[in-house]
């Protein structure tokens, strides 16, 4: 086979307000922030079968087979 392509839907997730959180109470911020990606955002990526391709402090970027699994994940 000369190449092949596979479709992927990217989900860019960031949380809003976390530079001022983390200004006012840094140790607090990241704590929650922890217990949010273990407790909730970690967990729904895998039930829409998401795998994380990369993390960066209070941002995410996760790859889908489908746009619909992304969206429903994003939701």
């Known amino acids: 086979m000369v190449g092949s392509r596979e479709l992927a839907a990217i989900l860019a997730a960031d949380v809003v307000g976390f530079s001022r959180l983390a200004a006012a109470d840094e140790e607090?911020?990241?704590?929650?922030?922890?217990?949010?990606?273990?407790?909730?955002?970690?967990?729904?990526?895998?039930v829409h079968g998401g795998?994380?391709?990369?993390?960066?402090?209070?941002?995410?970027?996760?790859?889908?087979?489908?746009?619909?699994?992304?969206?429903r994940c994003a939701l």
């Open 51 to 71: 795998r994380v391709i990369n993390r960066t402090g209070d941002g995410a970027l996760v790859e889908f087979r489908s746009v619909v699994d992304a969206v």
């Open 28 to 46: 607090r911020t990241l704590a929650r922030l922890r217990a949010l990606r273990s407790d909730l955002i970690d967990p729904m990526i895998a």
